[in-house]
T-cell receptor, first 112, second 117 residues
Framework: DAKTTQPNSMESNEEEPVHLPCNHSTISGTDYIHWYRQLPSQGPEYVIHGLTSNVNNRMASLAIAEDRKSSTLILHRATLRDAAVYYCILRRYGGSQGNLIFGKGTKLSVKP | EAEVAQSPRYKITEKSQAVAFWCDPISGHATLYWYRQILGQGPELLVQFQDESVVDDSQLPKDRFSAERLKGVDSTLKIQPAELGDSAMYLC???????????????FGPGTRLTVL
């Protein structure tokens, strides 16, 4: 599976937008880009995923570069509850049995 | 909203003792995963089940770890004997696993925090 690179940590102010970057320069054409987050003392939870086009849901937006070598998770208005570790994960269609391969992720801190 | 259930939430044991963790996936989810998460790192897969069959246990330390999902519903992960290095969070997840595993959502339980003394 292709590798992703994320900053170790980021800080944001409450009610401001947050852009969490992810580099995946070795992405293949059948790799989907997934984001999960893990709140303190909880299991990870799904945030969003996409293949080529930008995606929006109630939690966040996913902006995918035209060459797909990078993507950005956008939280439009950060709240204190968004403080978590955010993982960017590539999953290949028809590839490894479906399990998620986590890196160390980006720890997001949100200041009031 | 349906959730993945795990118990116990916390377990403290002494090394060389046996421990067991239980997971009840979301109803109807055929695929069940056990992950281990060491403090400061992302979760790593230990074993994956499709119904009652093991699909991937390549990262499971089989000399001391075992996992079963006898009726294809709930699952048990056992460690015997526990070692100091087994201290970690043990997470269970389930999914319906469609589209070749590329787009299904995995739903995680709250985890079991194991401390081995």
């Amino acid at each position: 599976d292709a590798k992703t690179t994320q900053p170790n940590s980021m800080e944001s102010n409450e009610e401001e937008p947050v852009h969490l970057p992810c580099n995946h320069s070795t992405i293949s054409g059948t790799d989907y880009i997934h984001w999960y987050r893990q709140l303190p003392s909880q299991g990870p939870e799904y945030v969003i995923h996409g293949l080529t086009s930008n995606v929006n849901n109630r939690m966040a937006s996913l902006a995918i570069a035209e060459d797909r070598k990078s993507s950005t998770l956008i939280l439009h208005r950060a709240t204190l509850r968004d403080a978590a570790v955010y993982y960017c994960i590539l999953r290949r269609y028809g590839g490894s049995q479906g399990n998620l391969i986590f890196g160390k992720g980006t720890k997001l801190s949100v200041k009031p | 909203e349906a959730e993945v259930a795990q118990s116990p939430r916390y377990k403290i044991t002494e090394k060389s003792q046996a421990v067991a963790f239980w997971c009840d996936p979301i109803s109807g989810h055929a695929t069940l995963y056990w992950y281990r998460q060491i403090l400061g790192q992302g979760p790593e897969l230990l074993v994956q089940f499709q119904d009652e069959s093991v699909v991937d246990d390549s990262q499971l330390p089989k000399d001391r770890f075992s996992a079963e999902r006898l009726k294809g519903v709930d699952s048990t992960l056992k460690i015997q004997p526990a070692e100091l290095g087994d201290s970690a969070m043990y997470l269970c997840a389930s999914s319906s696993l469609t589209s070749g595993g590329a787009t299904d959502t995995q739903y995680f339980g709250p985890g079991t925090r194991l401390t081995v003394l």
